[in-house]
């Protein structure tokens, strides 16, 4: 059984006045949590990959520009 299984099982054995306290926790735990998904962040950290390729493949052509010129001197 999964937790979310698990959980609308206590739900459903859970006397009705204590409901509205369990629905403000629930509500309380998840506005604590951070407004960024998984997905987000999973999508930029496969953009850094990218970011970090273009990076050094402009280092390289810098620095292939500073030998062209130092031979060029």
């Known amino acids: 059984m999964t937790i979310k299984e698990q959980l609308l099982n206590e739900i459903d054995n859970t006397p009705?006045?204590?409901?509205p306290e369990?629905?403000?926790f629930i509500?309380?735990?998840k506005a604590k949590q951070?407004?960024?998904d998984f997905m987000t962040f999973a999508g930029?950290?496969?953009d850094i990959e990218e970011?970090?390729?273009?990076?050094?493949e402009?280092?390289?052509a810098n620095r292939q520009l500073d030998l062209n010129r130092k031979n060029y001197l």
């Open 27 to 29: 509500q309380f735990m």
């Open 51 to 56: 970011l970090m390729q273009e990076i050094v």
């Open 58 to 60: 402009e280092a390289e």
């Open 44 to 46: 930029m950290a496969s």
């Open 16 to 19: 009705i006045p204590m409901l």
């Open 34 to 36: 951070p407004q960024q």
């Open 22 to 24: 369990i629905l403000h």
